[in-house]
């Protein structure tokens, strides 16, 4: 009972954040994720939000916990920190940490990560091609911004002022304060219906628990040693790098280790992974490979032995630019790991899906109120298919995890209009169980200055199919001048310049289908 509360008060918490953000990209889209811990930092309770997010958690909480040690916590505090480098995904997701106290005593903390429209850097959106990290927008070391319940206005000021359309920025923050408020009255009220030392005792148990199940599953599967490899689309700037990522898996027994080496060394462009982004794509394999039933918290986490050597795309060293990492790398490696793991076991894994988050942006000024705007948005495509059934249309797969954002939200805030946003029919791999479908999502542009960019993957690796399945139909982006000029996109391009009647196609990848058909 106590373990299924706390995951329904991070539930709450999303829900409270969402209710009160003033970003559409959270208030409609959901792109946030709220997680417990216990006292000792680890992860107790998680929402069912973005898997990409939760699983960099551990990393977070310990960069935070480096910074400020647990036992110099007070009520009231809070810490903001969005640092790659420091347990973080990318730029644009915000983290808030918050410790929950139930008189004197310590339970646990809260935290939220927030994926802000806009963080600064070169291009509207602060998702855009560019070469290191300094570009890519403001960078938030571990940073205390609460004290006594209140925000420091010093810290803020300072925040606020490198991002565009500041007052949005600031309330979306005001509603992760929200949602913490509602967490710590959740947790106090458990505290005080079954006692601090039983919260305590349930939070340790729960992760046991959690670690046991899954040991037990990899137990009653065949061991097995298989590799797989694949190379990304592009790094956005060189044409020419199309860099590796090669994976070796080892289940033995109850262990599972998952071994990157032999992967490319860093590039230039923005797909370069965080440790904790690589680290979550593999906890989210594992997770859902073993049934994806287990309740997932730090025992889970625990189970994965990952080797990635730093200074690969896989384990970026610093100053290189990761913003597409979290989107376009991360759920890359998971169709990587899941093509490995078919060689063993291909009557448990889906085929290949399309591989991204197809992340556009774009921002200007809003020739109807002199205002700046910024939007950020992702775009679903072809889930593989699999032994259970057919691959979904049109949805986002694995990493992410956020809600169609409506046309009309979008079309009544910006000078913007959909002229499409359609299934493409024919797009997933056939098979026994045929890949999903990709979309189709065609914009024009009604005023001058706005610019716009694109992360995107699959436009030259289709998603495989799996047990003798076909692969799917490769993703494309094209700009189509209002002049008639039509402009193929590379997978990651941008920021580009447009004018009143610009259009920009993106189509993405459908999935791979699972199974020969006979």
Known sequence: VVRSALYAICAEMKSVIMRTSFSPLLSLSADLSCALLDRHGGVVGQGNDIPVHLGAVPFTVRAVFDAFPIDEWKPGDGVIVNDPYAGGTHLPDVSLVMPIFHGETLC?????????????????????????????????????????????????????????????????????????????????ELAERYGVDTLADVMSASQTYSERILRKRLSKLPDAVVEHEERLDGDGIDRSSRPLIRVRIEKTGENFKVDFTGSSPCVRGPINAPFAVTASSVYYTLMAFAGGDIPPNSGLYDVAEIIAPEGTVVNASYPAAVVAANTETSNRMVDILLAALAKAYPDKVPAGSYGSACVYTFGGVDPRSGRRFVHYETIGGGAGGSPHGKGANGVRVHMGNTMNLPIEAAEAAMPVRFLAYQLVDGSGGDGIHPGGTGVLKSIEFLADGIEASVLGERTLSPAHGTAGGADGRPASFVLQRARGERVPLDAKSGPHKLSRGDRLEMTTAGGGGWGRKS
Do not use: Y
Not at 115 to 121: A, F, R, T
Not at 144 to 169: C, F, H, K, S, T
């Open 108 to 188: 646990g903390f809260s935290l939220s990560r927030v994926h802000w429209p806009d963080v600064g850097g070169i291009a509207a959106g602060s998702s855009s091609v560019c070469d290191e990290i300094f570009k890519e927008g403001i960078r938030i070391p571990p940073l205390r911004v609460m004290e006594n319940g209140q925000p420091r206005r010093d810290i803020l000021n300072l925040i606020l002022a490198n991002v565009r359309v500041p007052e949005d920025r600031h309330g979306d923050f005001r509603a992760q304060i929200a949602g913490a408020r509602r967490t710590e009255r959740r947790i106090q």
